[in-house]
């Protein structure tokens, strides 16, 4: 299973700011190892983050992220709301964690 995902998410007037770091290797396809033979390409492609059910955040990635992904964002809730964050890697790996925000 994948390393959790390191979540921040406070509440200040009503506005939320997330802060997200997922644990990821993030491979392109473009490397070589040291036989020369091409690295498959391995990265996250989808992200969400959801509220009460419903979508705060949503996100495509490409094989051009960096490895170990930085997220920030904000909306509109309030403290104590239950955030779920989910992502899928182009291997079908999936990752969910959850935290409350403070």
Do not use: C
Not at 3 to 18: L, N, Q
Not at 47 to 72: C, H, M
Not at 78 to 96: F, M, N, P, Y
Request: aromatic share 8%.
């Amino acid at each position: 299973m994948p390393d959790p995902m390191r979540i921040r998410a406070s509440e200040k007037d009503g506005i939320v700011d997330v802060k997200i770091l997922m644990r990821h290797d993030m491979e392109t396809g473009q490397r070589k190892d040291a036989a020369g033979k091409t690295i498959p390409a391995w990265f996250i492609n989808q992200v969400s983050a959801k509220v009460q059910g419903r979508d705060v955040f949503n996100a495509n990635f490409g094989s051009a992220i960096s490895k170990d992904p930085f997220l920030n964002f904000k909306y509109k809730g309030s403290k104590g709301d239950k955030l779920t964050v989910i992502w899928t890697d182009s291997k079908g790996e999936k990752r969910t964690d959850e935290i409350l925000v403070s």
